[in-house]
């Protein structure tokens, strides 16, 4: 009888351990990641078969529990999140896991929402951007936050990498130029496969420089010039400008994103025309053509050819560009012969200064 008792208090013991067992510690982190799959972020395929972002830690395991689970996203300059991806797990047996384990194996979605436009608002971008907020809760085998612990953890994966940006270096704003040989120059932008030339006109000085391009019909409507960061403007335009003309001009280069093409805009800007006699246009002139010729001499000095790179090496400046007869090389066959050089150095086999 005495042993009975035993087994009966023994059973009772076990069956009040299990009764009152619960998860006593609870937490998840986002790993380390030396590279980023932008649908792994924004989870496209619920979160199975993406790259491993996250782990979860529960303990002890074999507890019934249920997972609770969120993705928001803030913009650099945004105030607020918004929510990207929701999901809710039906029951399981607590263990450890990965996000690559929710959705897939034995823990299995019963809800999740997808927010679709915020989603392709973050793909278009290219790379991840802004700050994500994961929040994971843990909830009871009925759907209650589980008792005794923290059981709702925040994690935040940041990116602070800006958005490209294109800013144009010539002409300045407000400058005056030579009505025939305007050089446009602006900063390079990674990734960029094209850049686009638009040219408007000013009519008044009211008139805001953005309006100024969208009205009436462009001197240069989005011209293609090519993967280059200068071009004599002039060389460009589908309708010839007028020395009387105020003019405003914006680049816009076309970079590859994942979400296709990717069109990233200069600010605006606007010149007008000297009538070239004074003197100030003659020395505004002068300025412009070193500029020129000094950038000319810094795209050769790169050239893969040691006669090249010695003879400027030792000082020598360039002061005009003419052919063999003594013309004037045009903007446009200029930049077709370094194109050729650049890709034939062996072609130079010697450098000689007048």
């Not at 063999?324 to 010697?350: A, F, V």
């Amino acid at each position: 009888m005495s042993k009975l008792k035993y087994y009966i208090s023994l059973i009772l013991i076990l069956f009040t351990s299990n009764c009152f067992a619960q998860v006593r510690y609870f937490d998840f982190n986002i790993l380390p990641l030396p590279s980023l799959d932008i649908g792994s972020i924004v989870v496209l395929n619920n979160l199975k078969n993406s790259q491993t972002i996250f782990q979860v830690t529960i303990e002890p395991s074999g507890l019934p529990v249920i997972l609770e689970g969120k993705i928001a996203w803030k913009d650099n300059n945004a105030s607020s999140y918004s929510e990207v991806f929701y999901f809710k797990t039906n029951k399981f047996i607590s263990r450890n896991l990965s996000n690559n384990d929710i959705g897939n194996s034995d823990i299995k979605i019963a809800e999740h929402r997808t927010n679709s436009d915020l989603i392709k608002e973050v793909i278009k971008r290219g790379k991840p951007t802004g700050d994500y907020l994961f929040t994971i809760n843990l909830l009871t085998q009925n759907g209650e936050s589980y008792p005794g612990i923290n059981s709702s953890i925040e994690r935040h994966l940041q990116f602070s990498n800006p958005a490209p940006t294109l800013s144009i270096s010539s002409p300045e704003a407000n400058s005056v130029q030579d009505e025939g040989n305007v050089l446009a120059q602006w900063t390079p932008v990674i990734g960029a496969s094209d850049y686009l030339v638009k040219v408007g006109v000013r009519t008044n000085s009211s008139q805001g420089l953005e309006d100024a391009l969208s009205s009436g019909t462009p001197l240069a409507n989005n011209k293609s010039v090519g993967n280059v960061t200068s071009v004599n403007l002039r060389t460009v335009l589908d309708r010839q400008w007028s020395r009387d003309q105020e003019i405003v001009f914006q680049v816009i280069a076309i970079a590859q994103g994942s979400g296709g093409d990717n069109k990233i805009y200069s600010q605006p800007v606007n010149f007008k025309f000297n009538n070239g006699n004074s003197d100030s246009s003659k020395t505004t002139n002068a300025i412009r053509n070193k500029m020129q010729f000094d950038a000319l001499k810094e795209k050769l000095m790169h050239f893969n050819n040691s006669a090249i790179q010695k003879f400027f090496a030792n000082g020598a400046s360039i002061i005009g560009t003419t052919d063999e007869n003594g013309s004037q090389i045009s903007e446009t066959d200029l930049q077709k012969i370094i194109d050729y050089l650049n890709n034939n150095p062996d072609k130079i086999t010697g450098v000689d200064s007048k």
